[in-house]
């Protein structure tokens, strides 16, 4: 017997197998619940290529989205992405026990609370990642960089079970940045996603420096930034004046770089439209906040996608 | 000899061939410049297909770019795409003598300020053309509809060469409407293309209907008319206030429609972006006119087309 958390990752895609990996490696029990790499994980296990050296494990359970499971766990990560018709608190209640925390791990604005609706006896702790992740097959995950996690309460706070995850992160090999805030940390990740990713998409896959560079190109992303800004300050969360600048000079730095919405787009997968700006602009409506710039591209990838 | 005058058609594409076969009807001597379809249409002339009867027609004289013309007409007829990187003026000064008039028949807003700078001291008539006509191949025009023209001098007036113009026109067997302000008859077309046609190609190809019932696409195509009608306003043409619902009552009657830029940006031709909504947010910007919206859709365009 071990004292280390029983952990169960529901959507175990590139990025839910990486945490699940890392809380393996800090000698966790890990279970996974798959749906169409069920086979070829349930044969072979994740395999990883990563700069953090040896990933691969193969996961304690194996479960399919119809099973039940055999013993609850002490906390489900919940991975899968963040779409309009998935219903997620519906994809997490088979797996939760009367005692199993859920733990996010997630991109994007205001996706906690229909969890925190569907569960709220039980613990919820937030997570943003920062991590370029993707799955290049079955049950195979190429790892090209970074993995840190911020991490807090919903809506805020630190408690035992934050403090508890973020040591076994760290034991596992990644940065972990505690947040009595998260939800603000939501909306600083924000100020450069509502712009980027979307922008991206609208132009069929632009790279960060192409958009940049493009007559009025920097003007429209710094006034979608400020945008940001001014709702999340709106919604109590104000962040430093100097973040737009920071934020236009750290991209430039980067270099040209696809951003995970742009590789969606690219591959045909669904976009994360709402989660990463229409929530936004719903808050911005709420609050009466004008938002012209966020509105007009959000318009026109509906255009696209209704 | 014949009274009628002599006319030469610069760009006859399926535009210019049309209008080049109107005039022909109406018994002038028509002649073209061309680049690609040389060979097919001084061969074949231009085969037409159209509800208005018989259009194919053989020209009086065909031209390549390069020539010299063997005597100057009295108008030259330009009707190539308003395109950044072509000098029209360029292209049209071979074939302009001493006292030929240059009629424009061409799309877009504040298109005019070029030429009438290169030619101070020639007739400088300008038309808007609504019609729906494509070419289907060399010398092939396919014209399904419409051809009327709207037409006056530039930057106002209606002169001598209008009303002689116009007339044949009419004798060709289409309507044209005389008007003294014909700048402010493109503001009143601006305010249905600068929407539509631009967002179409942002939405990768969408038709208008589409447009209009996505999530906040009425929206959006309502502000933006607004945002067009200041700046016409501002640049001394205010137009009807009712103008911005009754295109978009216009355009729900009309049915799904695929407008020109639609059709270009689907069969990869250049699009007339400037002409069509750089020209208004140009003119937004000298005059301080705020147009975050047109201003939007303007900048992912010039992302995507930089």
């Given at each position: 017997?071990?004292?280390?958390?029983?952990?169960l990752v529901v959507g175990a895609g590139a990025i839910g197998s990486f945490y699940g990996a890392i809380l393996k490696r800090a000698g966790c029990e890990v279970?996974?619940?798959?749906?169409?790499?069920?086979?070829?994980?349930?044969?072979?296990?994740?395999?990883?290529?990563?700069?953090?050296?040896?990933?691969?494990?193969?996961?304690?359970?194996?479960?399919?989205?119809?099973?039940?499971?055999?013993?609850?766990?002490?906390?489900?990560?919940?991975?899968?992405?963040?779409?309009?018709?998935?219903?997620?608190?519906?994809?997490?209640?088979?797996?939760?026990?009367?005692?199993?925390?859920?733990?996010?791990?997630?991109?994007?604005?205001?996706?906690?609370?229909?969890?925190?609706?569907?569960?709220?006896?039980?613990?919820?702790?937030?997570?943003?990642?920062?991590?370029?992740?993707?799955?290049?097959?079955?049950?195979?995950?190429?790892?090209?960089?970074?993995?840190?996690?911020?991490?807090?309460?919903?809506?805020?706070?630190?408690?035992?079970?934050?403090?508890?995850?973020?040591?076994?992160?760290?034991?596992?090999?990644?940065?972990?940045?505690?947040?009595?805030?998260?939800?603000?940390?939501?909306?600083?990740?924000?100020?450069?996603?509502?712009?980027?990713?979307?922008?991206?998409?609208?132009?069929?896959?632009?790279?960060?420096?192409?958009?940049?560079?493009?007559?009025?190109?920097?003007?429209?992303?710094?006034?979608?930034?400020?945008?940001?800004?001014?709702?999340?300050?709106?919604d109590g969360y104000p962040l430093p004046d100097d973040l737009v600048e920071k934020n236009l000079v750290g991209t430039r730095k980067m270099g040209a770089y696809?951003?995970s919405m742009a590789l969606d787009y690219l591959n045909d997968r669904p976009i994360e439209l709402d989660a990463i700006l229409g929530n936004v602009v719903a808050?911005?409506?709420?609050?009466?906040?004008?938002?012209?710039?966020?509105?007009?591209?959000?318009?026109?990838?509906?255009?696209?996608?209704?």
């Amino acid at each position: 017997m071990t004292d280390k958390p029983r952990i169960l990752v529901v959507g175990a895609g590139a990025i839910g197998s990486f945490y699940g990996a890392i809380l393996k490696r800090a000698g966790c029990e890990v279970g996974v619940v798959l749906r169409s790499d069920y086979d070829a994980v349930k044969e072979g296990g994740f395999r990883f290529t990563s700069p953090l050296g040896e990933l691969s494990w193969q996961p304690d359970r194996v479960y399919r989205a119809d099973e039940k499971p055999d013993r609850f766990p002490d906390y489900v990560l919940l991975c899968v992405k963040v779409l309009p018709g998935v219903d997620r608190a519906a994809l997490v209640r088979p797996w939760m026990g009367e005692h199993t925390g859920l733990v996010l791990i997630e991109n994007g604005l205001d996706i906690e609370r229909d969890l925190a609706e569907a569960f709220p006896e039980h613990p919820l702790v937030s997570c943003l990642a920062f991590i370029a992740v993707s799955r290049t097959g079955p049950g195979e995950i190429h790892h090209q960089a970074y993995g840190q996690l911020v991490m807090g309460n919903f809506p805020a706070g630190f408690d035992g079970h934050c403090r508890r995850l973020s040591s076994l992160f760290r034991e596992g090999g990644i940065d972990v940045n505690d947040s009595e805030a998260v939800v603000g940390e939501r909306w600083r990740k924000c100020v450069w996603n509502a712009p980027f990713n979307p922008l991206s998409v609208l132009c069929n896959g632009a790279d960060t420096l192409s958009i940049l560079d493009a007559p009025g190109g920097e003007d429209l992303v710094r006034t979608m930034m400020e945008e940001v800004m001014a709702v999340a300050a709106a919604d109590g969360y104000p962040l430093p004046d100097d973040l737009v600048e920071k934020n236009l000079v750290g991209t430039r730095k980067m270099g040209a770089y696809k951003n995970s919405m742009a590789l969606d787009y690219l591959n045909d997968r669904p976009i994360e439209l709402d989660a990463i700006l229409g929530n936004v602009v719903a808050i911005a409506q709420r609050l009466g906040v004008p938002v012209p710039h966020l509105t007009t591209v959000l318009t026109a990838l509906r255009i696209r996608y209704q």
